[in-house]
Nanobody
Framework: QVQLVESGGASVQAVGSLRLSCAAS?????MAWFRQAPAKEREGVAG???????KYTESVKGRFTISKDNAKNTLYLQMDSLKPEDTAMYYC????????????????????WGQGTQVTVSS
């Protein structure tokens, strides 16, 4: 059983920065960040595996950085140059299985999800 607790969401102005955290209990292999804006489908943002290999959706490349502190079993998402279109509820997801990379940013990547943390970016 894996439990995930996100934190770090806030309201910021455009071009600002935020760092999201996701504290995990239990073994995880793949971990990922997703987001969901009102009336939109859940979207994969970034993923990372236990070897540190990362994957990003195109719209955040160069602005967001996913990382993991294995000692603390905590996942991070550093978000820079934020835009109003980044406004969404951000969710942490994780799975102990060896999930293929093509699945990392798809909602069915993972069996475990956090409750979400809200990010609001104003122009």
């Amino acid at each position: 059983q894996v439990q995930l607790v996100e934190s770090g969401g806030a309201s910021v102005q455009a071009v600002g920065s935020l760092r999201l955290s996701c504290a995990a209990s239990g073994y995880t292999n793949i971990m990922a960040w997703f987001r969901q804006a009102p009336a939109k489908e859940r979207e994969g943002v970034a993923g990372i595996d236990s070897a540190g290999v990362t994957k990003y959706t195109e719209s955040v490349k160069g602005r967001f950085t996913i990382s993991k502190d294995n000692a603390k079993n905590t996942l991070y998402l550093q978000m820079d140059s934020l835009k109003p279109e980044d406004t969404a509820m951000y969710y942490c997801a994780a799975d102990p299985r060896d999930v293929p990379s093509w699945l990392w940013l798809m909602p069915n990547c993972c069996n475990y999800w956090g409750q979400g943390t809200q990010v609001t970016v104003s122009s």
